[in-house]
């Protein structure tokens, strides 16, 4: 099983903290509503692939192929 740590939302909920600033203005910045934000960050709900997109460009990130030990190539 994956660890927490690993899963992608919260990867994703690790970089919209780093990244500071109020969710209003990421919100503003991404079109992607503040209050579904603030609810993604606590764990109460996920968000839509257009949503996901959206933060990552705004964050500068995308998923990529890495090898993993084990040898399962996905993270």
Not at 7 to 25: K, V, Y
Not at 33 to 59: I, K, M, Q, V
Request: glycine fraction near 14%; aromatic fraction near 6%; include cysteine.
């Amino acid at each position: 099983m994956t660890r927490k740590r690993n899963l992608l939302t919260e990867q994703l909920r690790r970089f919209i903290r780093q990244r500071g600033g109020s969710l209003a203005g990421i919100g503003r910045e991404t079109g992607v509503n503040h209050a579904a934000l603030s609810r993604f960050l606590r764990g109460e709900r996920g968000l839509s692939t257009r949503s996901l997109d959206r933060l990552c460009a705004y964050l500068g990130l995308e998923l990529r192929k890495v090898r993993a030990k084990g040898g399962r190539s996905w993270h």
